[in-house]
């Protein structure tokens, strides 16, 4: 069964203060990771889809790394509008047209000002 | 910039009713799924539908659930007779088609509270 542990599962920091979240995965024969953003109530909006082992993607303060095991989400000098919880989700091999996500727990960051 | 629609925000029902959440896709997109997510639980796969059909769904998905695109623009789930476990968020989320795009886009969810 695929499984996606995300640690830490809360984290507090103060603002401009540098980290990172972890994703980790077992799939057998990952197609796609994703990153997504949610805030309370609502729903998850999509930041950044990383293939293989080695790929980096940027946006603003954010930068989501991938190796064969884990992904990384590095926040870069965080304002307090970064807090939200931050989801990953793994997509195993197209085997059918479905496509599932199937989504870690989540890290709920907090930047305080 | 297109987002994926659902209606209600907020739904209250009786333990044994049925309920049908709604959903508008993005306009060209051809992948449709829900997602529920359990208060403080992890976001969890119910169907997905492609083609006027359900390509894939999870042992959530019972014959108590049921999904319809029943015109060329609302995605819908049904649920039968509903019960105190069933009260989550419900998102719908869409696809476009083509290489590559695999990243899906969520609607801002239905709250479904089950009495």
């Known amino acids: 069964e695929d499984q996606v542990t995300q640690s830490p599962e809360a984290l507090r920091l103060q603002e401009g203060e540098s980290s990172s979240l972890n994703c980790s995965y077992t799939?057998?024969?990952?197609?796609?990771l994703f990153w997504y953003r949610q805030d309370p109530g609502k729903g998850p909006e999509f930041l950044f889809t990383?293939?293989?082992a080695g790929e980096e993607k940027e946006k603003e303060r954010l930068k989501a790394t991938l190796t064969k095991k884990e992904s990384f989400l590095h926040i870069t000098a965080p304002k307090p509008e970064d807090s939200a919880t931050y989801l990953c989700?793994?997509?195993?091999?197209?085997?059918?047209?479905?496509?599932?996500?199937?989504f870690g727990g989540g890290t709920r960051l907090m930047v305080k000002p | 910039e297109p987002e994926v629609t659902q209606t209600p925000s907020h739904q209250v029902t009786q333990m044994g009713q049925e309920v049908i959440l709604r959903c508008v896709p993005i306009?060209?997109?051809?992948?449709f799924y829900w997602y529920r997510q359990i208060l403080g639980q992890k976001v969890e796969f119910l169907v997905s539908?492609?083609?006027?059909?359900?390509?894939?769904k999870s042992e959530i998905f019972d014959d108590q659930f049921s999904v319809e695109r029943p015109d060329g623009s609302n995605f819908t789930l049904k649920i039968r007779s509903t019960k105190l476990e069933d009260s989550a968020m419900y998102f719908c989320?869409?696809?476009?088609?083509?290489?590559?795009?695999?990243?899906?886009?969520f609607g801002p969810g239905t709250r479904l509270t089950v009495l």
């Open positions: 989320a869409s696809r476009r088609p083509g290489q590559g795009a695999d990243e899906q886009f």
């Open positions: 799939v057998s024969g990952l197609r796609g």
């Open positions: 990383l293939y293989s």
């Open positions: 989700a793994v997509q195993p091999p197209n085997n059918n047209a479905g496509n599932m996500l199937t």
């Open positions: 306009s060209n997109h051809l992948y």
């Open positions: 539908f492609y083609n006027n059909e359900i390509s894939e």
